[in-house]
């Protein structure tokens, strides 16, 4: 995208703001990974910094967990606009007795960036940052208990994991009145 995905206008807020405001039935502990806490000061929530910095989602993932010791976690990448709570009530629910519940679309690729983690992958993450493994799910494939959780079990549709990766995407995600505008895609 060239910029920072999670602060592209989406329905007039940014749209980490619109995954904020969707989440918030569900928890009141709501942290932010980024380096730079900056960006999120609009949010008034915590920004937790990467312990392994340069290691991707994964370090966001372990610091969030050093940070705040809860059982479980409910990450999201800040690019999918159409996530719906149904889906992710279902994965809260699914994931106990395991490490981690993985929503899979239906030609079977794995959501990891929209999944529930159990506290206890916490040593399995650390191990691997300490190793220089940085892909969440060569991780969790590895070494860890995962429930795959497919669109019927999971209650959501493809589409709701959709994510930003272009301008293109931003566009057609919106829906078809912000093909008539450009979008102002400001740094």
């Known amino acids: 995208m060239g910029m920072n995905k999670a602060l592209l206008d989406f329905g007039g807020k940014p749209l980490i703001a619109v995954l904020v405001d969707r989440i918030r039935p569900l928890t009141n502990q709501i942290l932010i990974s980024s380096n730079d806490s900056s960006c999120y000061e609009f949010l008034d929530l915590p920004v937790i910094a990467d ?25 999201l990448a800040c690019d999918l606009p159409n996530l719906q ?22 030609d079977g690729v794995a959501h990891p960036l929209c999944a529930v983690y159990s506290r206890t992958c916490l040593p399995a993450l650390e191990d691997s940052l300490l190793k220089g493994t940085n892909r969440v799910l060569t991780v969790l494939e590895s070494s860890l208990s995962i429930r795959w959780v497919d669109p019927q079990e ?11 990766n272009t301008p293109e995407d931003l566009q057609r995600l919106k829906g078809p009145a912000s093909l008539k505008h450009k979008p102002k895609l400001n740094m």
Not at 85 to 106: F, H
């Open 154 to 164: 999971g209650q959501f549709k493809d589409a709701d994991l959709a994510n930003i």
């Open 85 to 106: 709570l149904p889906l992710l009530r279902k994965l809260a629910l699914l994931a106990e007795g395991y490490d981690a519940a993985i929503p899979r679309t239906s």
């Open 51 to 75: 312990r392994f910095r340069g290691h991707g989602p994964l370090a966001g993932l372990h610091s969030a967990m050093h940070w705040n010791k809860c059982m479980l976690y409910m990450v």
